[in-house]
C-alpha cells in the first residue's frame, strides 16, 4: 500500500507564497513542487486566512494555557529538586550513622 506524502511547514508556506504571488498558474507550480493542485489551493487558502495572526499582538488561548503550563513544571522541577536535595543529605547522614555503629 502507498502511503500518503508529508509535507513540514516550510515547504507549504514556500508553495502557498508562490501561489499568492500569481506570477505562475497554479498547474505550473504543481509541476515545479510535484504537488497536487488542489493542494496547492488548500494551503493557499489557509495561508491567506491566517496572514493577520502574524501581526497581532493578542496570544490566543492556548499560549496562556501553554505558558500556565510551563510555570506549573518549572514550580514542579523546584520542588523536587529541593526533595532530591533533602534526600540525599537524609541517606548522607544515614550512611555515616551506620559506618559509626559498626
Not at 506524502?5 to 507550480?29: C, N, P
Not at 496547492?40 to 490566543?60: C, D, P, T
Not at 510555570?71 to 520542588?79: A, F, P, Q, S, T
Not at 555515616?96 to 559498626?102: A, F, I, P
Amino acid at each position: 500500500m502507498k502511503r500518503r506524502k508529508t509535507y513540514d511547514d516550510q515547504f507549504k508556506a514556500r508553495v502557498a507564497l508562490e501561489a499568492v504571488k500569481g506570477e505562475k498558474t497554479i498547474s505550473e507550480i504543481a509541476a515545479q513542487f510535484e504537488v497536487h493542485p488542489n493542494q496547492i489551493i488548500k494551503w493557499k487558502r489557509q495561508l491567506l486566512e491566517n496572514v493577520a495572526g502574524v501581526f497581532s499582538r493578542k496570544q490566543g488561548p492556548e499560549v496562556e494555557e501553554m505558558k500556565e503550563l510551563i510555570d506549573k513544571l518549572y514550580k514542579k522541577i523546584g520542588e523536587q529538586d529541593i526533595e532530591l536535595e533533602f534526600l540525599k543529605k537524609s541517606t548522607g547522614n544515614f550512611r555515616t550513622c551506620k559506618k559509626e555503629s559498626k
